[in-house]
């Protein structure tokens, strides 16, 4: 028998899901976006939580030319992390540049349903010759030696370029950009971090001529909440903070039974509800578990299942505890507010405050990053409840 071997859609769920009929939840964030995507706006998120797959949601959805939404904005996916600008300059470029080769790419898709369209969208291939193109025809003057990562555009060829492009982009029924920045601590990380934030905001915030087509979503984890707040980042001032947490029953069910009809097999409601149960309705631990069920089946047994998965996500569980502090992972503060909430399963800030003796404020903040990491839901009333019991009988055996 494979442990957790073999190839399949979404093996690990280490990689994006590009595929629209297999990606699941996160509605309250893509309706959002359509209805106004030219707003900051922050995605924060835990590790293996699908922040990536739910930027190229977004990007799929603003794509889509069926939306009913007036004021549609053109994305574009930009991973810093691969990308790693060497300054403002630098990045300015690498905006310009990503957006002229996507517009490029989509030019090229043949009218078909969004589902192929994005295929074929992802599927082109544009050298950086466009861009180079594009500046010349426009008479932008660019400083560049080599490769991309010595190209640079100042603020006003910057400026020249983007109004340029988005006058292109209402001919093709956009009336923006949206630019969809994954692995934004990169930026936090470097010495001009708050010179790109500043620069950004006064785009949105006093450049007239470009704040009403211009849109930001970034996504990171608590990187970019901490160094809002040691130096007050003036772009995430005026952003909007989202946070993606686990996934409801409902949406966890469908990928479920999507993973089951892919694969051929039919789980009954007691394997479902174990799934639940043990994930706490997160989808990477969904996708580990049903990775080793179907592996197993027919002879997979609940107690066999839960040991294997302790052992393969015994890494995993042990960097989001962090007992090292490292960088990502759970603080002190963090690891005694999730031990309190285990003791009683289901609770509010201000009973767990009176147990930690902690203030309710301190309370509040560790909750909010424990369930952005996908392992506790909260609910309307301000409760919060324990989720993956997978975690938490990790944490029982420390």
């Not at 494979?2 to 190839?7: C, K, M, N, V």
């Not at 592996?295 to 393969?312: A, E, G, R, T, V």
């Not at 007992?323 to 003791?343: M, P």
């Amino acid at each position: 028998m494979s442990d957790f071997g073999g190839e399949r859609p979404f093996d690990n769920y280490r990689v994006a899901i590009t595929d629209p009929s297999h990606f699941f939840g996160r509605s309250d964030l893509i309706n959002t976006m359509l209805k106004s995507p030219f707003q900051v706006r922050i995605l924060l998120a835990g590790k293996r939580l699908g922040k990536t797959s739910a930027l190229r949601a977004v990007e799929w959805n603003l794509l889509n030319p069926t939306s009913n939404y007036p004021r549609r904005a053109f994305p574009v996916l930009i991973n810093l992390q691969l990308e790693q600008p060497k300054d403002l300059d630098n990045l300015r470029y690498l905006l310009i540049a990503r957006l002229r080769e996507a517009i490029e790419r989509w030019r090229q898709v043949p009218l078909a349903e969004i589902r192929q369209m994005y295929r074929d969208f992802l599927g082109k291939i544009t050298g950086g010759e466009v861009t180079l193109k594009f500046l010349t025809q426009a008479d932008i003057k660019l400083n560049f030696t080599n490769s991309d990562t010595e190209k640079r555009l100042d603020n006003d060829n910057f400026r020249l370029a983007f109004l340029k492009t988005t006058e292109e982009l209402r001919k093709l029924k956009f009336q923006g950009v949206c630019f969809l920045i994954d692995g934004a601590e990169y930026i936090v990380k470097q010495t001009w971090a708050n010179d790109a934030w500043a620069y950004l905001r006064g785009l949105k915030d006093t450049d007239t001529a470009i704040k009403s087509s211009l849109g930001l979503l970034l996504s990171s984890y608590r990187d970019l909440k901490e160094y809002q707040q040691r130096v007050g980042s003036p772009l995430l001032n005026i952003a909007e903070i989202e946070w993606l947490g686990a996934l409801t029953a409902e949406d966890t069910k469908k990928l479920i039974g999507d993973r089951a009809e892919q694969e051929n097999i039919t789980l009954n409601d007691d394997t479902i509800s174990a799934i639940l149960e043990w994930s706490g309705c997160h989808p990477y631990l969904t996708q580990q578990a049903l990775n080793l069920i179907f592996d197993s089946h027919p002879q997979y047994s609940l107690d066999n299942l839960i040991d294997k998965l302790l052992q393969h996500h015994d890494k995993d569980f042990s960097a989001w505890w962090n007992d090292e502090n490292l960088t990502g992972g759970f603080s002190q503060d963090e690891r005694t507010v999730y031990s309190a909430l285990i003791h009683t399963r289901k609770t509010t800030p201000q009973e767990l405050a009176q147990y930690t003796s902690f203030s309710r404020a301190k309370v509040t903040e560790a909750l909010e990053v424990i369930a952005g990491t996908g392992v506790i839901s909260s609910s309307d009333d301000e409760s919060y409840t324990v989720g993956s019991r997978l975690f938490e009988e990790w944490v029982k055996q420390q």
